[in-house]
């Protein structure tokens, strides 16, 4: 078993990577081969409309033509048994830098025939690990989920299964006086890293063993 996961925030070791780590733990407790891809370390561009990936009979039929950055992560991908993804929101949906990776990933693999069928060759377990400081309660009322669903909604057509883990009201600063950030409660938000944070942490190990010991179709 062999489980790539890929951070899609700047970050390497805040509230998104945090808890790929130990979805990868979770994973790894199960027996699996792990791997951590920090998506801000490679140079690379979203789709550039080539429709190589689309060609009948094509060299790349079925797989993205440009070569840079993430070819070698999208080859990995491929041979994968498990996905996770990670990203916090920005204006409500991912960063731009997995938004330009899924657009790589994803597009490929979707058919311009009825139904959009999806050709990639098997079912695979993924899930995508959304963080966010705002919480949960926003996010419901400002109909940021409709963007998540619509990701999930891709992933499950291409993959099979798409796994979506939620982690609201994050910390995002150390030292909250150092920002002009009024919005918040430092008190409040550095009181639920301490006691909350820790439990998504959990979570999220509990769903890497999940994926790992999910049996393929």
């Known amino acids: 078993m062999n489980v790539v996961a890929?951070?899609?925030s700047p970050r390497k070791?805040?509230?998104?990577?945090t808890l790929l780590d130990h979805a990868l733990a979770g994973a790894r407790e199960q027996g699996a081969q792990t791997e951590l891809v920090h998506l801000y370390d490679h140079a690379f561009t979203g789709c550039v409309s080539c429709f190589s990936c689309k060609k009948i009979g094509g060299a790349s039929y079925g797989k993205c033509a440009v070569t840079d950055g993430i070819t070698g992560l999208l080859e990995r991908v491929a041979q994968a048994d498990a996905l996770i993804l990670g990203s916090p929101l920005y204006f409500g949906v991912e960063t731009?830098?997995?938004r330009s990776f899924l657009e790589r990933l994803l597009f490929p693999y979707v058919t311009y025939t009825p139904g959009y069928k999806a050709i990639f060759p098997r079912a695979m377990p993924t899930a995508f690990v959304y963080t966010m400081n705002v919480t949960e309660q926003v996010l419901e009322n400002h109909h940021q989920r409709a963007s998540i669903d619509h990701t999930r909604g891709v992933m499950e057509r291409v993959f099979g299964s798409c796994e979506v883990f939620l982690c609201t009201d994050t910390f995002q600063f150390s030292d909250y006086s150092k920002y002009l950030c009024t919005a918040w409660d430092a008190q409040a938000k550095a009181k639920r890293r301490k006691e909350v944070f820790p439990l998504d942490c959990a979570r999220a190990f509990e769903m890497g063993a999940r994926l790992a010991g999910k049996p393929l179709a």
């Open 13 to 17: 070791t805040w509230n998104t990577a």
């Open 6 to 8: 890929v951070n899609g």
């Open 96 to 98: 731009g830098e997995m």
